[in-house]
């Protein structure tokens, strides 16, 4: 899975966009340690994410079954918007 934010070498600074050989261009440190620590990150944050949802889901389901269709989506419109604010940092 690709690194989906930006990330900086860990020793000069420089924004990583290419890691040919797994060394920063700039300075020649070795990236890959930190490249899989971002990655191991990302993925983390994207379960935790998952989680949230699904449980966010289920218990919208619940409590939106006796609503009317109008108050059903107004209730999962509210929670998407929650989800996506919750969540935006990791997309």
């Not at 899975?1 to 290419?18: L, S, T, W």
């Not at 983390?44 to 919208?60: D, M, N, P």
Request: net charge negative; glycine share 12%.
């Amino acid at each position: 899975m690709p690194i989906a934010q930006k990330f900086n070498c860990p020793d000069c600074g420089v924004e990583m966009k290419r890691r040919p050989g797994g060394k920063c261009p700039q300075c020649g440190a070795d990236v890959r340690e930190h490249v899989q620590e971002e990655r191991d990150r990302e993925e983390q944050i994207e379960k935790v994410v998952a989680v949230f949802s699904t449980i966010l889901v289920l218990g919208l389901s619940l409590f939106a079954g006796g609503c009317s269709i109008v108050e059903g989506v107004l209730v999962y419109a509210i929670a998407g918007a929650a989800v996506w604010y919750w969540g935006r940092g990791t997309f």
